[in-house]
């Protein structure tokens, strides 16, 4: 099974266990979304599977070698990592903790929203 069917595995048990996950699309790839937060895709051009997580969560993987940061047209997103064919049992585990942690879904610790900055939104330059 190539690394790409593996992906599409893992989310339709996903999708399976948790009805808030659906397919979307997001940079003219399929991806999964959780309403319209992102949660994961498959970027055949690396070879592997890109999660959005915390950036702690991020970081610590490509410190571990586990996963390599997701850039793409050079811009490295720091929610995102990309987790390749060569570590794909790890994948399971991964795309469950980046459902859980949707805005729409339950977290693993409570959230102070009185603290959290809150969203703006960018103006478009002319």
């Known amino acids: 099974m190539t690394g ?3 992906f599409w595995q893992l989310a339709a048990e996903l999708q399976l266990a948790d009805e808030r996950v659906e397919l979307g699309t997001i940079m003219n790839h ?3 979304r959780v309403g319209k937060e992102f949660l994961a895709l498959y970027d055949a051009r690396r070879g592997g599977a890109v999660m959005k997580l915390p950036k ?3 970081a610590q993987l490509i410190a571990d070698e586990v996963g390599e940061p997701f850039a793409p047209a050079g811009k490295v997103f720091k ?3 990309l987790v390749p064919d060569a570590k794909r049992r790890r994948w399971p585990k991964l795309l469950k903790d980046a459902s859980v942690r949707t805005e729409d879904g339950p977290r693993s610790g409570p959230i102070d929203r009185a603290s959290a900055k809150p969203r703006t939104k960018r103006r478009r330059r002319s």
């Open 4 to 6: 790409e069917q593996r």
């Open 30 to 32: 399929r991806c999964l």
């Open 56 to 58: 702690e969560r991020v």
């Open 79 to 81: 929610e995102w990592v």
